[in-house]
């Protein structure tokens, strides 16, 4: 069985708007998160996850910044691109884990439904998707309240 494991990470900084995406999931906040695509730093780093594992290079390889079609782009679509390519490369998604790191919103109340989002797109059980959230103890520019990072991890086995 060849089994293969990806890491991503992903940052963006707070900038105007009412809300943030996170794992797929709008969550009310006096700020939004600045980026080319939806800036969904949860997705993006998971999606490089799963391109680490492939080694196929990262988000912006797929989807470049250069091009006009993917602003304000949707995560989900990168996301549910990576998925494919596994599958089309023989393998399937065992489990991903996400950890994002912010001192505000508050992941909590919402990681289940970011948990059951983020499942859907990639076709597996809740169970083997894991949410978490943590603070930098108020140091460095998450704990400045500047902007929010994420890093994830994704097993992917031979199909």
């Known amino acids: 069985m060849d089994i293969r494991l990806g890491n991503g990470f992903d940052v963006h900084r707070f900038g105007a708007?009412?809300?943030?995406?996170?794992c797929g999931?709008?969550?009310?906040?006096?700020?939004g998160l600045q980026g080319h695509s939806d800036?969904?730093?949860?997705?993006?780093?998971l999606t490089d996850a799963i391109y680490g594992a492939l080694a196929q290079g990262d988000i912006g390889r797929h989807?470049?910044?250069s091009e006009a079609r993917w602003k304000g782009a949707a995560s989900d679509i990168f996301l549910r691109h990576a998925s494919d390519l596994a599958g089309q490369m023989g393998f399937a998604l065992s489990n991903?884990?996400?950890?994002?790191i912010c001192e505000f919103p508050k992941i909590g109340p919402h990681a289940p439904a970011m948990r059951a989002r983020?499942?859907?797109?990639?076709?597996l059980e809740i169970s083997r998707v894991s949410v978490k959230a943590t603070t930098s103890e108020r140091l460095g520019f998450t704990g400045r309240?500047?902007?929010i990072a994420a890093i994830a991890t994704a097993t992917l086995v031979s199909a």
């Open 145 to 147: 309240g500047e902007g």
């Open 39 to 45: 800036a969904d730093v949860g997705m993006h780093a």
């Open 17 to 22: 708007g009412d809300h943030v995406v996170l």
């Open 63 to 65: 989807f470049p910044p």
């Open 96 to 100: 991903a884990d996400v950890t994002l």
């Open 118 to 123: 983020l499942a859907g797109i990639m076709g």
């Open 25 to 31: 999931v709008e969550i009310p906040h006096d700020r």
